[in-house]
């Protein structure tokens, strides 16, 4: 149903395509039953259970895109996957790494939506102030910090901070001015 939509064009869709489609959804569903396992077992999951699959899916890959012309559009869909393929297979060497990159899509939707905003900064000052802040308030969410919690602290202890401990403001060592106190 996927390809067809993306197809677009409501014409019959290639078997091809959906096969290797198919084969995806299966290491796909593997993966969604994965999530929330530790690096090393998902991994070794991955190992026993997508490894096997990844190979199957890229040789049956490799023999049908050799039956297609280069001109096909299913064929220019295989190779741009087959050029990327050791990309797509690094899941299974890092339990880390996730299949998808809906995260990183997550991630950077802020900055999509803010995209055209920022093109009213009023100056080139003012885009490189919203850039800086931007930064600051991206760094806190990696730290795990609230954001905004963590820029009123900030600006209500800078000006009574010794220059030699501001440091200890920065996201990745900061510590609310409360829990401060009570240290």
Not at 29 to 34: F, G, P, S, Y
Not at 58 to 87: C, D, F, I, Q
Not at 152 to 158: F, P, Q, T
Request: proline share 5%.
């Amino acid at each position: 149903e996927r390809v067809r939509k993306k197809n677009g064009k409501g014409g019959a869709i290639s078997p091809v395509a959906l096969e290797a489609v198919r084969r995806i959804d299966e290491i796909f569903a593997i993966e969604r039953d994965l999530y929330g396992l530790p690096p090393d077992q998902r991994l070794a999951e991955r190992q026993r259970l997508c490894a096997p699959l990844v190979e199957e899916l890229h040789a049956y890959m490799m023999t049908e895109r050799e039956k297609l012309s280069r001109h096909a559009p299913v064929a220019k869909a295989m190779n741009y996957m087959l050029a990327r393929w050791t990309g797509f297979a690094a899941f299974l060497e890092d339990g880390r790494i996730c299949l998808s990159n809906n995260a990183a899509e997550r991630a950077l939707r802020g900055i999509a939506l803010g995209r055209k905003a920022w093109l009213f900064a009023g100056s080139d000052r003012g885009a490189r102030r919203a850039a800086f802040m931007y930064t600051l308030i991206v760094s806190a969410k990696l730290n795990d910090i609230d954001p905004q919690a963590w820029l009123a602290d900030v600006l209500a202890r800078i000006a009574d901070m010794p220059q030699n401990r501001l440091k200890e403001l920065l996201p990745w060592t900061w510590a609310p001015q409360a829990m401060t106190k009570a240290a």
